[in-house]
């Protein structure tokens, strides 16, 4: 048993650098856009099922949420705001923008970025520009194709091989990916294990390479 991430919960939500946690430790960031599946995804790998819903306040959604990943003090998962359904006034993207630019280019604490896309939706502008932030910094960044359960085993395949290529050409080895299903449980465990990597946590003994789907992960 023992999965590391079992014990996240929230923090904090900062909607300015000020109310950013001291930048000590180890965090690793989720990016995706609207209705992606990256609370879906954040509950699978914590084993919670309402941990990601915590901060979940209608009109509000353009903060960082920090989960602590206890018993540690200076590990978390840190919940970027989407992108999607809600019309954001010019000056306020602006700030946005300029926030989650500064918070990739300065943090220190930040050792990887996840990008949680719908399978059948992937790599789309907002993707691409997380993605970015992350390798231009030097940060490994790890895709999640999720909702795979709405592709066949077939589709899902063909998905994940056409977005390793785009990953490959556009930004080379720094970028892995592989299939999920939050409904399904389906990549769970090698999501996880890449998300307690980076966060210097290791994995209970007899569960890495237990297998579940592991021929979908690119190293
Ligand atoms: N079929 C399927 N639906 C999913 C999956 N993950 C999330 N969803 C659904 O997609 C919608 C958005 O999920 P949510 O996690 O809130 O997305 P978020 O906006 O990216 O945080 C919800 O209706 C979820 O039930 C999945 O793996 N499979
Ligand atoms: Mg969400």
């Known amino acids: 048993m023992s999965n590391p991430l079992a014990r996240a919960r929230y923090r904090l939500a900062a909607h300015t650098p000020a109310q950013l946690p001291p930048d000590l430790g180890y965090e690793v960031a989720f990016a995706g856009r609207s209705n992606a599946g990256k609370s879906s995804?954040?509950?699978?790998?914590?084993?919670?099922n309402a941990l990601a819903r915590v901060s979940k306040?209608?009109?509000?959604?353009?903060q960082l949420v920090f989960f602590q990943v206890e018993p540690h003090e200076d590990r978390h998962l840190v919940d970027l705001p989407g992108y999607g359904y809600a019309k954001v006034p010019k000056d306020l993207q602006a700030h946005w923008q300029a926030f989650i630019a500064g918070y990739f280019a300065r943090r220190g604490a930040l050792r990887g970025l996840v990008v949680v896309m719908d399978i059948r939706h992937p790599l789309r502008d907002y993707d691409r520009q997380m993605l970015g932030y992350a390798v231009e910094r030097g940060l490994p960044a790890h895709a999640l194709l999720t909702k795979a359960?709405?592709?066949?085993?077939?589709?899902?395949a063909n998905a994940l091989q056409a977005v390793r290529r785009d990953l490959k050409a556009a930004y080379g080895d720094g970028v892995s990916v592989q299939v999920?299903?939050?409904?399904?449980k389906t990549g769970v465990d090698e999501a996880r294990a890449v998300v307690s990597r980076w966060l210097g946590l290791a994995q209970g003994a007899g569960e890495a390479g237990s297998g579940e789907n592991s021929a979908g992960t690119q190293a």
């Open 180 to 184: 999920f299903s939050a409904l399904q």
């Open 41 to 48: 995804a954040l509950n699978a790998m914590c084993q919670q």
């Open 149 to 156: 359960d709405k592709l066949g085993r077939g589709g899902s």
């Open 57 to 62: 306040t209608p009109g509000r959604t353009q």
